[in-house]
Structures are given as C-alpha cells and as structure tokens.
C-alpha cells in the first residue's frame, strides 16, 4: 500500500533541490520570472523580509489569496512561511496543497516557548538554524530540512557565513568525537543525543541544509556553496535589486558552478545595483530575526 | 575487471545519491557539469530535481545538443525530473526536452508533495519488492511500439525501457537498493564490451 508524508517522501523532497536557488516571490508575476530563471522552487509571500523589516508590526502567513495565486502560476514546487509555533497557520498552509512549510523567524513568532510537532504532519517543513544544537532540535521536532538563519532581510552575508561555519564546524567535531562523549555534547549543544548519534555514524547531517538570510549576489551565493550549503534561499536579494531577472539567472548559474570564478565574474557584470544592504551594527538586538527561536 | 565510466548530471538535484548508488556497483563515475567532461564516457544518468532548472541550464552551457549527441549510441538512465526530460511528448507543455524516448509523460501526475508517496514495485527484470519512493512525481501516459514497461503502480507506467534508454518515475537513488543501478550498468557494459 502506498504510505504518504513518509520521512523518506519529505526529506527526498529536499534533496531534490540541492544544488538549486529558492526564490522569495510576492506574486505570480514574480514566480514566472523565478522559475524562468531557473530557481528549483519559490517561497510565496506578502512582502520579501527586507520590506518585513520596513514595515515593522506583527508579520504573519501570507494572505492565501498570494500562495494560491503562485500555486497555480508555476509548475516548480512552492513553499510558503508559518509564524514559528503556529499550528493552525501550518495546517492551513498544508490544507492548500503548499509543497513546504518554513516555520520561520521572518515573521513574528505566535509561540515563545515552542516549536511546531512538525513530525505530525504530511507535508515537510524546512526550520531555520544557527548552531547545530537548533539544528538538531528542528530535526527531532520532525524538520525535514534545514537553512543557516544568516540575518534576512539585511542583504549582508556575513550572519549566513557564520551559522554555516559553526554548523559544519559542529557537524564535524561530533562525527570526530568518541560515541562515549556524545551524551555530554548533547547537553551542551541542547541536542537530542538521538539525533547527534545518527550525526556521527552518517558523517553529515541527515537532512539537506541550505543557506539563508543576507544572500545579494552571485558570488555570495557561490561563497555558501563553497562553504558546504546545499544551496541557497534568496529572499529579499532579488526582487530588491535593480534587475531582478537577470540577477536571479546570475545567481541560478553561479550556485551549480560555484568553482568557476571566470564564470562568476562574467555572471556578475553590468548586473546593476544589488539590494541596499543594511551593516549588522547599525541593527539593534531586538531588530535581529535570527534570534526567534528556541 | 572490466570497468565502465558512468556519468551522472551534476547540474541540480539528488546526483550525489546517484553516484552513491553507483558506487556499489564496481563502475567509475564522475558528475557532468560541462560538454567536455562528457568525453570518455559510457553512459549518463540524469537525476531527479527540477526539470525546469536543468534544462535551463542545459541550454545556457551547450548540454542539451551535446547529451542528445552522446545518446545517439550510449545509454541514458533518467529518473523523475530525468524522465521528464527524456520523453518526447509532455503533457499541456510545447516541445519535449531531449526527446529521447518514445513516451509520453505527465507532470506532478500523482499530485502536489503532500501526495508523495512510497510503494512495494514489481521492476519486470530487475526487482519483485523494490522500494519505489515518488516525490511530485510525473507518469507515463502513452509508449511506442519500441517501449518496454518495466513498472506500474496503480495501472500508471512507472518505469520503461526502449533499447539502451532506461527511465524511472521513482527514485532508486533514495534507497540502499542499488538493483536498479545495477540493471542500467549492466545495459551499459552490454553496450561497451560486446
């Protein structure tokens, strides 16, 4: 008999865009310019993490009328965003067919304690992370897939930098830890010893990571890639830059061939003015997303 | 020891696991990117991911003309997005991609990601207990006269094969069950040693 909403199904969505460049998209003409770019699936929203920033309030799950709007605009997957805790959101978000779920620190969280039971659910939710203790957190509460927070919205990469490294620095110290020293490792990173075990006997993470938050060009992209991501999300970088189609193909082409550095400096000519970024110190800590969640 | 080399299209989606899938399977394998790192070879698997995103890719850096070439006498393993990509009519889309196959093949065919499923397969050959694992998966509607079935699940034509042309609408590479790898290696030695 056919079994639906298998981990197997949800994290085998994910590897299926590895390699690929998720696109922030507000509405439907968006998406087409997207998936013409080449990006493997786009994530339906109200307003790109950069403008979420600007306007300040409660941001909350897009008005369905957008995410059904892309849904039916586009033949690539479509994602689409969940205020972190938020049940209802969530399977409202299911009910209508969205191929992933972020439960996401751009909008304002509806829970402060607790993440969504995402194992409860058929469809697969990608979580963000910034150290492999969140990571490995998201994974046992059932994520099926993971992204380096980085700081959305910001079009500055060095948050994205740092989580990535940390991450994988993470990763790496338990795959070369002794299994007796695992228990304690756990504690300290907040982990579940579960899931830190199957972390060191496969020698990666078991889910597909990919970077976010702060992703503006395409040799950032190529750096995420360098530095071991999956692939990348890019939010706000692409429909705030001055060209939005062409930056979106640049970046498409130097994610897949992120060693070419003659490739990534014709991809990067003329391509106009990338996003207005925004220097981390000019942030107040209540202003930084990557710091909701738990 | 006669060793085939085996490439697998690196350009987006789940190549890794393919080459993983491989490697059990005594071969050399390399990921292909580029025209040149077609030189050499003696057959290619196209992995699943988006369909779109590949053949854009494909076009950008000369694959397309070049895997068409390369077909005309060496065997092509596609899966999912592969599958897509190898039929020569797709349903409700202009022209087909590579054209490989005499199929006709239906897009996201079992529905959106919350319909993805996993299902024992009868693999005609191959397999009586395969794991087929179906992730927005697409079907195949119509074959040629040249076209073996090798799979269905619920009367939908999941896996074919039409002379050294092998495709899948599921994906072997997301199993510890490499038979049907080995199938596709066993094609391509057929070809290079006798």
Redesign the interface.
Known sequence: ??????D???R??A??????VIMDVVNAEQAKIA???????VMALERVPADIRAAGGVARMADPTIVEEVMNAV???VMAKARIGHITEARVL?AM????IDESEVLTPADDQFHINKSDY???FVCGCRNLGEAARRIGEGASMLRTKGEPGTGNIVEAVRHLRLVNAQVRKVVGMSEDELMTEAKELGAPYEILLQIKKEGRLPVVNFAAGGVATPADAALMMQLGADGVFVGSGIFKSENPAKFARSI??AT??YEDYKLIAELSKGLGTAMKGIEMSTLEPSQLMQERSF | MMTVKIGVLGLQGAFREHAKALEATDTEISIVKRVHELDGLDGLVIPGGESTTMRRLMDKYELFEAIKDFAKDKPVFGTCAGLILMAKKIDGQKGPHLGLMDINVKRNAFGRQVDSFEAELHIKGVADNFAGVFIRAPYITEVGEEVEVLATYDNKIVAAQQGHFLTAAFHPELTDDNRFHQHFVEMVKGRVFV
């Open positions: 008999m056919a079994q639906t909403g298998t197997r199904v949800k085998g969505m590897e299926m865009q590895k390699g690929g998936e013409e770019a080449g990006a493997v699936a033949s690539i997957p299911e067919g969205v191929d992933y058929t469809v697969p498409v082409e897949t061939h």
